[in-house]
């Protein structure tokens, strides 16, 4: 599947407006309030995400109205992005599952969630990849 097919709009299979794509990305992330001022960090796992959002999964809830997300791409550079929390529930597991909108320009919002896909992409390939070295 192209990336701009995982990111395209397809309201035939979903009530969301943007189609989620599944991931598992390392996330650190800055809850933020209104003003700007960092309240806590933490670490999450990203669950899912599209154009307009993820799903985040951290053993710590989120209480602020916005968070700083940031992870790597496949070549190992910053890539970050402000979002709003939708919510941050409690799950079965004792986790908390976190959804957030990303607040940027549709580009910086693309460019975030693509850089994430490729990273997940990368990084499964590169572990299910037999190695060399053993022959």
Do not use: C, W
């Amino acid at each position: 599947m192209e990336l701009d097919d995982a990111l395209n709009i397809s309201p035939e299979t979903e009530n969301r407006r943007h189609r989620r794509v599944e991931t598992s990305n390392l996330i650190s992330f800055l809850s933020i309030d209104a003003d700007g001022r960092v309240l806590r960090q933490g670490m999450g796992k990203a669950l899912d995400i599209s154009r307009n959002g993820l799903m985040l999964e951290s053993a710590l809830p989120v209480e602020s109205e916005f968070v700083s997300l940031m992870s790597t791409d496949p070549d190992n550079n910053l890539i970050e992005i402000t979002a709003r929390v939708a919510y941050s529930r409690r799950a079965r597991t004792g986790n908390y599952l976190i959804g957030v909108q990303f607040t940027g320009e549709g580009d910086d919002n693309v460019r975030f969630a693509a850089g994430l896909i490729k990273t997940f992409h990368y990084r499964r390939k590169k572990t299910a990849a037999p190695d060399a070295s053993i022959a």
